[in-house]
């Protein structure tokens, strides 16, 4: 089964630690070694700058992510391809993965969509306006103003249109949110659960979902514990219970998985790195269909790349 997982933070660890390398499976639970073993097909890696890097080396630690995903991750493994087109996708080999940049959080471009547009040639190609908390374009999701899309986010969400680059919605208020629903063409929430299951806010109520479906989106169910259940120990069943919520909205197509590996430290029960995509895919296969769980997996959103 091929996967496609819209959502790590590796390049964070990597960046924090420049003695760890792409093999290392102790220190990484998305690792050349796990991808290669738990079947990974596609890849996203997010750049997302801490809060506590402040003026413009926010912009310099992102162009640094940048450079560490071309030189330790592209680089090294013949195996390894960039992703930047759908194209790139159909043409990766039997035994190949592809891998994609992606951009969590718009703070490190400040007010300069100059900054942007510089991202995307270097290859990102989902960007979330925000993390938790407020910027130059948008509110996060733990902002106490709770105000939506400022005219430049707006701008940018008109500029993510015509590259047809996703706009990602995982992290926004819910101002921000519907601001965001009005402009885009091409959006996706990278990692959040139903708000319904798991009362956080991360995650996304009943309205948002269902806009997601009426936009031919997807939405990436994500292995964060505490955004599956408020209860631990988290076990994988609480990962299909969101799958089954969000399908009874009317989304079995609209689904696909955001891990969050490399951002979390607590996991859910047999999934405490990407080796475990293979407990997840056996327990899928008990449940659901073949063509769903393959939907799940990978093709929900790889049909929704126009890039
Ligand atoms: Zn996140």
Request: aromatic content about 10%; charged content about 25%; hydrophobic content about 40%.
């Amino acid at each position: 089964m091929k996967v496609f997982d819209a959502h790590c933070d590796a390049l964070l660890k990597l960046w924090r630690d420049s003695t760890l390398t792409f093999d290392d499976s102790d220190h990484l639970q998305v690792s050349y070694p796990a991808l290669k073993a738990a079947g990974a097909k596609v890849q996203c890696f997010a750049v997302y700058v801490p809060e506590d890097v402040v003026g413009d080396g926010r912009f310099q630690a992102a162009i640094e992510m940048i450079d560490i995903f071309y030189e330790k991750i592209v680089k090294p493994y013949p195996d390894i391809k960039l992703i930047q087109t759908r194209e790139d996708i159909q043409l990766l080999g039997e035994e190949e993965i592809g891998v994609m940049l992606t951009l969590e959080g718009c703070g490190p471009i400040a007010n300069d969509l100059s900054r942007l547009r510089t991202l995307i040639q270097l290859g990102v190609r989902s960007i979330g306006l925000t993390w938790n908390f407020a910027n130059d374009l948008a509110d996060g999701v733990l902002e106490k103003r709770q105000a939506g899309l400022s005219n430049l986010g707006k701008e940018a969400v008109t500029l993510l249109n015509e590259e047809k680059i996703w706009t990602d919605v995982s992290h926004l208020t819910e101002a921000s949110f519907w601001d965001v629903m009005e402009l885009t063409e091409h959006v996706i929430a990278s990692h959040s659960n139903a708000k319904k299951l798991c009362n956080h806010p991360r995650n996304l109520n009943d309205r948002q979902i269902r806009v997601l479906i009426e936009k031919d989106a997807v939405m990436g169910i994500t292995f964060v514990p505490y955004f599956l259940n408020n209860r631990s120990p988290v076990r994988i069943t609480e990962i299909l219970k969101h799958i089954d919520y969000v399908a009874s909205l009317g989304g079995v197509y609209n689904i696909g998985f955001g891990s969050d590996f490399d951002g979390i430290s607590e996991t859910v029960i047999g999934l405490d790195s990407y080796f475990g995509y293979d407990r997840l895919l056996n327990e899928l296969l008990k449940h659901f269909s073949e063509e769903y769980v393959k939907g799940f997996c990978f093709d929900n959103f790889n049909k929704r790349i126009n890039f």
